[in-house]
């Protein structure tokens, strides 16, 4: 007789369609009941904050901004490469080393010195498109050695970009606990630019601001990750990275073009300037005060130097033509104009130093404004850095001799 199916026993359903999603996939259900927790706990703490910000005035809860006094150097221990003019291969590079105090080697030449000197400028006293011998910074500590007997040391404390305001305070940072005879300074064109730009010193340009500050932001947050990636990269592969830094520059037509970094005045391009000179040169002036004061405040001997230039009354078409497309088409200002008051301030610097009796060394009417011993604007060749080197060194070497004294 037939089975009737009703009276059929019901399979048993598998064990896991008897459980719900919950117990089928328990680590996951752990994770989302943390995560909303956590939520909750997130949303609970921001109505607290603004229940309290709603009870006591906000100004008592401003969020903290953490700020530093900008440092403008390599960091120690960077090793980079410039390259010659019309570069087009890995052969015409020229390195360029840091040592452990942020100064551009060859820098402590011996252990212990019966002189020591010490430059402080921008690119023009970097000199990183110069073979590292021929930087007219060691090579005057040289030139003074063969001509006194004497032990030198010559520091090159210069940085691309810096203007005065920064040398001043790698003097107070790191140049006073060297203790040195002379301590030489050059700046005209970096502080012209950051003037006319940015109107003071004390100025919030990203790259040249005198502080750097950090506010709660998302923005601090991704930096301050981003510089721990970097610290962790070059604690364990230094080597790897900057060889692959290399091979992804790659090579153009001419290798220099790929060295160009961000632009430092983005922000204020192609806006037109008012030129109040009276004003540039009295904030110029006012840095190179201090320096002297610094300086004989700490018994070194300051020394000022003007800045040579390529900017002639006919300057050479690739000069004129370049001030034309930097600042007469993008800031209104003309070749002239920037001229005179280039003229204007080493004339500041001339002025200064004759009416505080320090040594001036006057490079601006002692260099050829050529293309033999400038490769642009200011930027000396390795002739350009020799013959500094050769004039330095004749202007300085009375003060090692002892036949001349600075009260």
């Known amino acids: 007789m037939p089975s009737d199916s009703r009276f059929q026993p019901v399979p048993a359903k598998e064990e896991s369609e008897r459980k719900n999603w919950f117990e089928r996939h ?41 700020r530093f006094i900008r440092l403008r150097e390599y960091p120690p221990f960077h090793i980079g490469f410039a390259y010659t003019p019309g570069a087009q291969s890995l052969g015409d590079r020229i390195i360029h080393r840091i040592d452990e105090d942020g100064f551009i080697i060859p820098s402590k030449v011996h252990e212990e ?37 004497l032990k030198v040391n010559s520091f090159n404390g210069a940085m691309a970009g810096n ?44 790259f040249k601001s005198p502080i750097v500050a950090f506010p709660p932001t998302l923005e601090t947050v991704g930096k301050y990750l981003q510089e721990s990636g970097q610290i962790f990269r070059d604690l364990l592969f230094p080597a790897l990275y900057a060889q692959f830094k290399e091979w992804r520059k790659g090579f153009s037509r001419n290798v220099r073009d790929k060295e160009v970094g961000p632009d430092e005045f983005a922000a204020v391009r192609d806006r037109p300037v008012q030129i109040d000179q009276d004003r540039l040169e009295r904030e110029f002036r006012g840095n190179l005060e201090t320096f002297i004061g610094i300086c004989q405040a700490r018994q070194f001997t300051p020394v000022l130097m003007t800045q040579p230039s390529r900017l002639k009354e006919n300057p050479d078409p690739e000069i004129l033509q370049h001030v034309k497309r930097q600042m007469e088409a993008r800031q209104g200002i003309s070749y002239r104009q920037f001229r005179e008051l280039f003229d204007g301030f080493n004339q500041v610097i001339r002025e200064t130093a004759a009416r505080r009796g320090v040594p001036l060394i006057d490079l601006a009417r002692q260099v050829p404004g050529e293309k033999t011993y400038m490769e642009d604007v200011v930027h000396l060749t390795e002739e350009g850095s020799v013959l500094v080197a050769r004039l330095v060194s004749q202007s300085l070497l009375p ?9």
């Open 163 to 206: 203007n005065s305001l920064h040398s001043l305070n790698i003097l107070l940072n790191k140049v006073i606990p060297l203790n040195p005879r002379l301590v030489v300074m050059m700046h005209n064109i970096n502080d012209l630019v950051i003037l006319l730009y940015e109107k003071t010193y004390w100025n919030r340009n990203r």
């Open 26 to 66: 328990p680590k996951k259900a752990l994770s989302f009941i943390l995560l909303g927790l956590l939520l909750i706990l997130l949303i609970s703490l921001l109505a607290a904050e603004k229940l309290v910000e709603a009870m006591v005035s906000p100004q008592v809860f401003r969020p903290r901004v953490k």
């Open 113 to 149: 010195a019966e002189v020591t000197l010490v430059f402080l400028g921008g690119s023009t006293t970097e000199c990183f498109q110069v073979k590292e011998t021929l930087r007219f910074p060691y090579l005057v500590g040289r030139l003074l050695e063969e001509k006194t007997g």
């Open 399 to 407: 003060y090692l001799e002892g036949k001349t004294t600075i009260n």
